[in-house]
């Protein structure tokens, strides 16, 4: 499933230190707004309750309601604001509030907001510093104020149409503030980044016994002290390996040299049915030990790639099957050169064949060249393998029969070692049940899969 949250450290770095700053950025509008708000309320009620309170005590009853014009005051019969007007609730109730603690009392209180008609009338009576002050708000705020039995007092002043201003300020505030600090944090992840990416190429193309140069030590503190730690672990692990072949060649020599004195001395039985059991005896635990030092080394091997002719690889092994009177057969192909090493290959095809032959009475061998890969087919016409077990087979020194007999198994490292093999040249070994039909008594497909670029 595809996601939209980077994978890289520093794409995180950037991506969280945005969130941050436009989340703090929302916070400061926010504050920002409703401060501006309290300041266009404080304003607003202010000036009005001022002028309110003057005209209340300068009234001696001689105000007529059809009086007019009170420089920004008026004073009106009827309410002069029509019904679908758009109001401001917020000052309606801080006025009133205002007004009832001076103690005058009023009726209603309508405001309306409206954008500036330069066709008013009323402009002609606006000095030019005025007119310039509405027309650059671009909106009015109109106060009436219900004076019960004396008429509407009527207030006006300018009002913001919008917001827009205040809103452009912050956007160029938030990017401003995104180049200031991102363009560090960016610069610091990558210089963070970058010694990471090499450590973990500098891992991934690790290979036990190659002489390879210790990675650089470069970047923060930390991240050095993990290169260093790496550059370490992998000098720790080299020496752990080298001793490990040393201690695998000193067992090596050390049980063939008793299995080879057993070999001589059994030439001194005289049962000849018994010498040929203690030979073949002999035999598979040459055979077992092969198997185990191959499996153990095969970390380091001694053998170089080289370019190698699969379908003759394979045919060469089929024919030593042949040669010995095994029912294996080959289905020519044509020329298939692969990067591999061949003595390696050759044991984990001959492992598969050898099973087949052991368990499904024979082999029948093909080349399946595909997309970018190409397929080594290993069938017989045995019983097949329970499918809970197709993958605890592969496991080392794992029989499925369990009688012991070197007729009928071995080991248990044939299929372990083989799989070894083609995973250290980037394929796979699967299995996989046929299917009985008329046609088809079934069996297995042992197949191994190789890339066509290794």
Known sequence: MMTLWPRSLSSQMAVLVAIALFVAQAINFAMIYQGRHQILLQQTVGPALTRIID??????????????????LRIVPTNPIPPDHVARHDIEQALRAALADSGIA?????????????????????????????????????????????????????????DGPLIWQLIAQTLILYGIVLLPVLWAARRISEPLQSLA???????????????????????RAVITAFNALRLRVTAMLDE????????GHDLRTPLAALRVRIESVEDEDDRARMADTIDEMNRTLDDILSLAR??????????VDLAALVDAVVEDFIAIGSPVTFVETGRLTLPLRPSL??????????????????????LVPGNGQVAIIVADHGPGIPTDKLET???????????????????????????????????????????????????LDATITLPRQA
């Open 298 to 307: 095969l970390g380091r091997p001694s053998e170089d790639k080289t370019d």
């Open 393 to 443: 087979v592969f496991d080392a020194f794992t029989r499925l029969e369990t009688s012991r007999n070197r007729e009928t198994g071995g080991a248990g490292l044939g299929l372990a070692l083989a799989r070894a093999i083609v995973r250290e040249a980037g394929g796979e070994v699967t299995l996989i049940n046929r299917p009985s039909n008329e046609d088809n008594s079934g069996g």
């Open 244 to 251: 490990k072949d040393r201690m695998l060649g000193a067992i």
């Open 345 to 366: 290959m050759r044991r984990a095809i001959r492992n598969l064949i050898e099973n087949a032959v052991k368990y499904g009475g024979g082999a029948e061998v093909r």
């Open 201 to 223: 190429g500098a891992a991934r193309r690790f290979t036990p016994g190659e002489l390879q140069p210790p990675l650089e030590e470069r970047g923060p503190q930390d991240v």
């Open 55 to 72: 005209v209340e005590e300068q009234s001696t009853g001689r105000d007529r309601p059809d009086e007019m014009h009170r420089g920004r």
């Open 106 to 162: 009023v009726g209603q209180i309508v405001t309306q907001i409206r954008p500036i008609d330069p066709r008013d009338p009323r402009w002609q009576h606006f000095g030019r510093r005025r007119a310039e002050r509405y027309a650059r708000f671009g909106a009015e705020l109109i106060i009436a104020v219900e004076r019960p039995g004396r008429g509407w007092l009527v207030l006006s002043g300018p009002w913001p149409r919008s």
